[in-house]
């Protein structure tokens, strides 16, 4: 484990193989949360899209932050590879976006 300043970096975990993948594409968000015995952390997610061929699957790396403020988003990239999903905890701040048109392209 590293650690610069206030930011702590975990060793990631394996990525996940590309086949369970390709099966969690399949299934809905719904089915997921249910036999994850509605783990905390789901309050209040939309559904953007339909599953699909693009329908986004990967290992995830989490990031936690004070609302409003990408800067620890950004870091974290850094530590994405390939495949991986970044999911962001903003505290459940309502009134800023996590994630804009600067931090998608610098995902991207």
Same mark, same amino acid.
Do not use: W
């Given at each position: 484990?590293?650690?610069?300043? #206030? %930011? !702590?970096?975990? @060793?990631? &975990?394996?990525?996940? =193989? +590309?086949?369970?993948?390709? #099966? %969690? !594409?399949?299934? @809905?968000? &719904?089915?997921?949360? =249910? +036999? ?73």
């Amino acid at each position: 484990m590293s650690t610069y300043k #206030a %930011l !702590r970096k975990n @060793p990631s &975990a394996p990525q996940a =193989d +590309n086949t369970l993948l390709a #099966a %969690l !594409r399949e299934l @809905p968000l &719904a089915a997921l949360s =249910d +036999n994850m015995h509605r783990n905390i952390g789901t309050v209040g997610l939309q559904p953007y899209h339909r599953p699909g061929e693009k329908t986004m699957a990967g290992t995830a790396v989490t990031a936690r932050s004070r609302a409003g403020d990408n800067l620890t988003y950004l870091r974290a990239l850094e530590f994405c590879r390939p495949g991986d999903v970044l999911v962001i905890d903003g505290g459940g701040d309502l009134a800023n976006a996590a994630v804009g048109g600067i931090l998608s392209f610098y995902a991207a």
